[in-house]
């Protein structure tokens, strides 16, 4: 499966994309024929799976490549992303000259995360 | 200080905001606006993306286009009150200027004066690259290629060419590309694959957008890349076999102009400056055709030498008409921005209104205890005196 974020904009926290690339298979469930196996949980890619950037990827994009290479959720392929988390956190400093300046206020947010992330990979 | 109930504080507030509102209005009736720091030669402006002929230098201050001899002295308006325009650059004979208006598109106009003529029809960022040697003008768009939306930064381009006199333009064979410059003998097109934007807020940048150049052969239609710093490479400029280019790899990462030598690809670092960024650099023919680059460094335009590699400082003066260090009365009762007390202990506060003018917000400075107005509660104003 190759998911396709390049020129990607960002946007939310892409937990949603993370929990789904992160799911593996705790048992599998079938009928009673036993003709059809499910896995469970539903919706995971049990194959290959790989995560499409590029320059332009950038904000949530630089987040998700960030946290599924930590994670080692999926294969990055690719080039390195825009690295432009700023405006996450919704801080906009206008200027006299009508432009604003918008920090970055989420690394450190994104910080825990992933440290929330490695201690559940050792712990495996 | 004591708000007693919350009724009061709520009606305090509502007092003052009034009184503010009779504050403005005040401001507007009586207040005398004086302008502070004006230069009497150069204002407090900076000049922005000049370009040099074998003669003339043209550059952009204060919105409009000013022309200026290669030695320096007085600068000529060449346009007037039409707009923001930015890029100028002349053509190969040095008798035309081509340039970005932000109304529509790029145009040229004759270096004496004119008629101006529109070239470009495309909407969306539109930014003039430079002339090409055969006197075709190449410019970059986003008009038709926006995988990702980007406003109006126009961070991912395409390449086009046009005829000098206007018609249909023709791309160049590239997904996208920014920042073209096509070597003398038309093989060679030089090129960034990201453009940085209009801003510059990209300061010791290393990400991924950070853009590179390429080389792209326009006979055989092989492409390479040819720097490797991982932070800034952009505008690269074509003097004869070199390659001349800006980039942050330098000391102190600032801003610095690299060349590339052709044949054997080697790469050095031109100048050294290590307190200002060099911006908005610019090839010329220089008068004996030796080659030189204008750029802007701190506030001043410069001019490199590209057979002795030394850079000076081109002094230039701005007529003014000085009208606005005269004191007047200006209507600003919708224009107050803010305010706030001096440090001074009589009362006396410094307003800082911005002031809409000939389309531009300006900033002024008003000291309302010396002029007409002061405080005399913090939650009441009134009129101290007229002014004689």
Known sequence: MIIDIRWNQGGGIPYHLLDLLMRKIAFCSSDLRRTILQPRP????????????????QSGGDLLADLVKRSGASTLAGTRTMGAMAGAGGLFIPFINGGFSSPALLPTFADIVTRKLTRLRRDE | MAWGTRNAGSAAVGNMSQNLRLLCVAVGLLGKISAYGQDSTRGAGVPRFPDVSSSQIVFLYAG?????????????????????????????????????????????????????????????????????????????????????????????????????????PRQLPLEHAANGAISRDGQWLAYTPYAEGRSEHRARYHGGFAPDIRLYNLRNHQSKKITTWAGIDTDPMWHGETLYYLSDEGQGGRRNIWSYQMPDGRRRQITHFTDFDVKWPSVGPESAGKGEIVFVKDTHLYLLDLATEAAHKVNFAIPDDRK??????????????????????????????????????????????????????PFSVGIKKSKP
């Open chain 2, 64 to 168: 409009e286009l000013w022309l200026l001899p290669r030695e320096g002295g007085a600068a000529t308006p060449l346009t007037k009150e039409g707009g923001p325009r930015s890029r100028p650059k002349f053509s190969p004979d040095g008798r035309t200027i081509a340039f970005t208006g932000d109304y529509d598109g790029i145009y040229t106009m004759p270096v004496s004066g004119g008629p101006v003529t529109r070239l470009t029809h495309k909407p969306g960022a539109t930014d003039l690259c430079d002339w090409t040697p055969d006197g075709q003008v190449l410019f970059m768009t986003n008009a038709s290629f926006a995988p990702a939306e980007f406003g109006d930064q126009g961070y991912l381009r395409q390449l086009f060419m046009v005829a000098s006199n206007g018609g249909l």
């Open chain 1, 42 to 57: 539903t919706y995971l890619q049990n194959g290959p799976k790989c995560l499409l950037i590029n320059g332009v990827t």
């Open chain 2, 324 to 377: 606005d260090v005269r004191g007047r009365e200006v209507d600003a009762h919708y224009g107050v921005s803010g305010w706030n007390p001096s440090p001074d202990s009589n009362g006396g506060i410094e307003l800082r209104i911005a002031v809409l003018e000939s389309g531009r917000w300006i900033v002024r400075y008003l000291n309302v205890r010396s002029d007409t107005i002061a405080f005399q509660t």
